[in-house]
């Protein structure tokens, strides 16, 4: 199907067209693409062919020039983009600037500067907080209500869609070992999030306002926090999760516009603290995303987390990130944490799925507590968009790969 | 006086060469300089002047790419420098290109990847487990003498010394607060440590060995972890530090190499637990460094940091950080963690030094518990060279500006 007659109802129609950079076979050439249905436009050879000023944003081997730009950059690209592939006197030209995705490689479409993760669904936090403080009067952490816990992870192990993950090896301790044993993870989990992806940098020693959310973040994407729950669990006191997480964070190839969510925006749960001026949002425009997310190892869906029950919202944790002062960078990602609604098939975590281990889910290649070698996890999700047709996010999967032996390590005893 | 002659015993003189990135006034260019007495050497162009094939990896205006090109180059290009600067026939050529410090702008001197942090001072985590859980049988969490404690932290605010720091707002929680408060922070602090520069990356899901220490990493420098007490200790639980520290970490405009540095490899403090495999180094070379570390605020030293006494070796910090397969990229940094010794003059943090506030330290401007606006931290160091002479290590300083008062902000109550 020649992709101007991309089906109605699409979800990667041309109400979406998400952003992303791929190469043809045997080249090395990355360039910056937009999908629409099965198919990606050369972007930078569309504006060319067309006289656009905008082939200086396009015709780029990553996004991060088009992300420099601006809010108003992006909302006119857009415009353009949009243009390009929806009116008939363009079709002769653009429509031999089609890839089939099937034929293209993807890669990591912008690089990364910081990385920040946080841990804003309070299902998630709370399912946390009984399974690992039982005797505790309250599930949440005293802070919980009154901010958007985060911390930094490792830029450079996120990895694009479609790239192997490497079980982790690490210390784990168990209570019963009187030391920490070292070998290869038998506690690897996912995390199911949504990545936000920042523009246009801001300032040292100025926050940005919760007001100006979109004129710093250009966009979102599926995000797997890939835990490695026992290396997690013996190093994270007193600062935080490192080892745990640092191996990889696979992000989806494709980075959809906040522009392209407008119909999916949602008032985010009822806040049950007051909050600082800061972080206040009762009277703003709703800032929640209807993201209806989807988990399936191989192949077979273990969890459908719902982003719309995530107690903080992007802005909120974008205006707690810069109100110390930090500057934001072109490249900057965060993720919202994983992702869990209030029932047992919403959680985004096989922590909280298979509560710790205790209850094995039964998938029909046999039972998980926690991931295989070889075992893949993919992520898909949609969004109402304008007339009830859904805006699709790009899927983000990886594969378990064996832990590489080497010398001086120890074999995993149990 | 011309460089040439910089005194018998200058801990800058010829035995050290550190690496910089300088630019001239009413210019923009940045370059390569080593440094040489008071002077600094326009590395690039004496390469060029001089017909070396090393003009590739000096005329440049950072040192990303002289970091990229691995210990060979390294020493390489360390053995051809110090011919520049010493061998009298090159006297005519080199001479011209060297700048008084004085007259030149210093720069971040490589583009900073990933920022990791440690925790590496047994004396420093035993105060700080001593004051904050008085009630542990251990000062130290379990997991302290069995790895290495680290954390990622913000790389897009790694700023060069000379800095000025703005005083960061956030959110605090005394016991006495029924609920947090906002204001800019009213215990700022600083820790005195190393920092570690890589330069040869490495893949990912294949560690980093001990012994290949010396392969990846390219130099050291001091490195100011400026810290808010308050908003850290409101925030930390159960994710570790964000904000308290992301706000600014200052390094030295200078990048001392690791072979500069052979004369101060000390044994590091006796192992009290027996270390897994990936961190034994009982029978290696010795891995620590022997750095005399002084700290000034408004020019009065308030403490000596032995970084001789740290427990983990920065070797050990490489091998930790990539067990799990986390990859090293050019311009990753890591800083060592707070250096405190064992006396009360050694401890390289207020929080330390003045037991948490209670003590206040008695400088010639008045008593001190945390930093006040105007404040200026300096901290300098240096190590044995050959022959009895010092090496210098650049210094890093930086002025504690006010926190810019904005709408929406509230005023500090205490």
Same sequence: chains 1, 2.
Avoid at 290 to 319: C, K
Avoid at 389 to 397: D, N, Q
Wanted: with cysteine; charged share 20%; aromatic share 8%.
């Amino acid at each position: 199907m020649p992709p101007f007659d991309v089906p109605e109802g699409d979800p990667f129609g041309p109400h979406n067209l998400p952003y992303g950079v791929f190469s043809l076979p045997g080249s090395d050439d990355r360039r910056v693409g937009v999908r629409l249905g099965d198919h990606v436009l050369d972007a930078g050879a569309a504006a060319a062919a067309l006289g656009s000023p905008y082939v200086s944003l396009l015709a780029r081997p990553s996004l991060n020039p088009l992300l420099a730009a601006g809010r108003t950059a992006w909302s006119d690209v857009r415009r353009a983009l949009t243009g390009w592939v929806t009116v008939p006197s363009h079709r002769e030209i653009i429509e031999p600037l089609f890839h089939p995705l099937s034929a293209v490689t993807l890669h990591l479409p912008f690089e990364v500067a910081d990385y920040v993760d946080f841990y804003a669904s309070e299902n998630h936090a709370r399912n946390v907080g009984r399974m690992f403080r039982p005797d505790a009067a309250d599930s949440l952490t005293p802070n919980w209500k009154h901010l958007p816990i985060g911390y930094h992870g490792r830029s450079g192990t996120v990895v694009v869609s479609g790239t192997d993950v490497v079980r982790p090896s690490g210390q784990r301790k168990a209570a019963s070992d009187p030391a920490p044993v070292f070998g290869p993870s038998v506690r690897l989990d996912i995390e199911a999030e949504v990545g936000f992806v920042v523009g246009a940098p801001s300032r040292r020693g100025e926050p940005v306002a919760l007001a100006d959310f979109r004129e710093h973040v250009f966009g979102l994407c599926l995000l797997n926090d890939w835990s490695a729950r026992d290396i997690q669990a013996w190093e994270y006191v007193p600062l935080g999760p490192f080892l745990g997480k640092s191996f990889a964070t696979s992000v989806s190839a494709w980075i959809t516009p906040l522009d392209a969510l407008e119909s999916a925006l949602v008032t985010p749960p009822e806040r049950t603290h007051p909050l600082l001026p800061y972080l206040d949002d009762t009277d703003d425009e709703p800032g929640g995303y209807d993201l209806r997310i989807s988990v399936a190892v191989n192949g077979h869906v273990v969890s459908e987390p719902p982003f719309s029950t995530m107690y903080w919202t992007a802005a909120q944790q974008l205006a707690h990130m810069t109100v110390n002062g930090a500057s934001l960078r072109t490249g900057d990602l965060y993720g919202s944490g994983t992702v869990s609604g209030p029932s047992e098939h919403e959680r985004g975590s096989l922590l909280e799925l298979t509560w710790n281990g205790r209850d094995a889910l039964e998938l029909p290649d046999g039972k998980r507590t926690f991931l295989e070698d070889g075992d893949v996890v993919t992520l898909t999700a949609w969004a109402p968009g304008p007339d009830g047709v859904r805006v699709g996010l790009g899927e983000v999967t990886g594969r378990v790969v064996p832990s590489a032996s080497r010398p001086g390590s120890h074999p995993a005893p149990h």
